[in-house]
């Protein structure tokens, strides 16, 4: 029965409404939790403030737990969601150079967002950096295009591609969080000395 | 930005941006519970999770239109954000709306708004600029190439047991680990 959007025609402005509503939830959650910062969020990558995996990680979990919940509840199909397809050598590329904006530019696409609108000047060029990194996408790069297509695996999920049934892995996930909340609470103990001190 | 504010990091740890009156930060694993309930949302109404990058590609798009509707045709990947000729009519970029709407609330609410440059006590802001934008650029081609960022993968994917998302996401964390020793001057 869910999701809404397969049984009710939403028109463009609700559609659009709807993602105005859910960014409004997204950004809180962000701000909230400091991202809005660059300092914060790359304090990650020196382990004396473990919040981006923190919240990222149990972020993860719960909408799992709850996709799982209501797959198993007949409310849902898992199979109707959208997934993006698996190219194993785009995502891995991908992400080492994503990556290294990351710790290099301090933000992600999203928390850039959640930066300009509380006053980050490095934020907005962060911004202005990404529409360059698009554009120059766009322009030089047509090829990448074809190889992604041909390499892609189409959509793959844990379950699918092993076989153990979606509950498994949300308990596993449920555990790993437990043990990473222990791991990442004495990294920030270790390297507490990294912490910048007040000027 | 004057030197102190550009500094200024309360000793608790939190991070406030220039504001010794800034209240502290929400516990992350109750952030990220709320966060995972905004994931969730969108999958139980639209079906799909969120996204950030995708706002990014429409944007550059109507930018591309705006000098030649011709060439955004004939890109293919101007031309899948066209959307018909209109680009700015795009779930994503309505989404980021509403994130820096949220995000400004948040940040009012908690007395962390106002203009700065966030950097380490050891860097410049021109360099920190530089290294902003150069990085932004590192970020939106590897998010290009990636079919997603840490929004349409990592969260998304990642709460659906994506295999190419969980595999972006130990890649972001290998390319960012691997590289914050040499940048640790810009941080720390």
């Given amino acids: ?199 | 930005m004057t030197e102190a504010t550009a500094h200024s990091l309360a000793a608790s740890g939190a991070f406030p941006s220039a504001r010794t009156t800034s209240k502290p930060y929400w516990n992350p694993y109750l952030v990220g519970f709320l966060l995972g309930l905004v994931l969730l949302a969108s999958y139980v109404v639209t079906g799909r999770g969120l996204g950030a990058t995708g706002a990014f590609s429409s944007v550059a798009a109507w930018l591309a239109g705006l000098f030649s509707p011709e060439h955004v045709a004939l890109n293919a990947v101007h031309a899948r954000y066209w959307n018909d000729g209109a680009p700015l009519e795009s779930w994503t970029l309505f989404l980021l709306i509403g994130v820096s709407i949220g995000a400004l609330a948040s940040g009012l609410q908690g007395g962390r708004v106002g203009l700065t440059i966030e950097r380490g006590p050891r860097s410049t802001d021109n360099r920190r600029l530089a290294l902003a934008f150069l990085g932004g650029a590192l970020a939106a081609f590897g998010a290009k190439i990636a079919r997603g960022c840490t929004s349409g993968q990592a969260l998304t994917g990642g709460s659906i047991l994506n295999v190419g998302s969980l595999l972006f996401m130990l890649a972001v964390f290998a390319g960012a680990y691997g590289l914050a020793y040499f940048v640790r001057k810009e941080w720390i």
């Avoid at chain 1, 993602?19 to 910062?37: I, K, P």
């Avoid at chain 1, 120059?136 to 959509?155: D, L, Q, V």
């Avoid at chain 1, 555990?175 to 103990?189: E, S, T």
């Fill in chain 1, 1 to 199: 029965m869910l999701p809404l959007a397969y049984h009710f025609e939403f028109s463009v402005a609700v559609d659009l409404a709807i993602a105005v509503l859910l960014g409004l939830g997204f950004g809180f959650c962000l701000e909230r939790a400091g991202f809005g910062g660059a300092r914060k969020l790359t304090a990650v990558f020196y382990f004396f403030d473990m919040s981006v995996v923190k919240v990222m990680f149990t972020a993860i979990v719960t909408a799992m737990a709850g996709l799982y919940a209501l797959s198993a509840a007949g409310m849902i199909a898992i199979s109707d969601l959208y997934i993006e397809p698996t190219a194993y050598s785009a995502q891995l590329l991908g992400g080492l150079i994503f990556g290294a904006g990351f710790i290099i530019g301090g933000y992600c696409p999203g928390t850039s967002i959640a930066a300009i609108a509380t006053g980050k000047k490095d934020g907005l060029v962060f911004a202005l950096g990404m529409l360059a990194g698009v554009m120059a996408y766009a322009e030089f790069t047509p090829g990448i295009e074809g190889w992604i297509s041909a390499t892609s695996r189409g959509e793959l999920t844990l379950p699918s591609l092993t076989g153990i049934v979606m509950g498994w892995w949300v308990a596993a996930f449920v555990i790993a969080l437990l043990l990473a909340a222990r791991g990442m609470d004495w990294l920030q103990r270790r390297f507490s000395y990294l912490r910048p001190r007040p000027a």
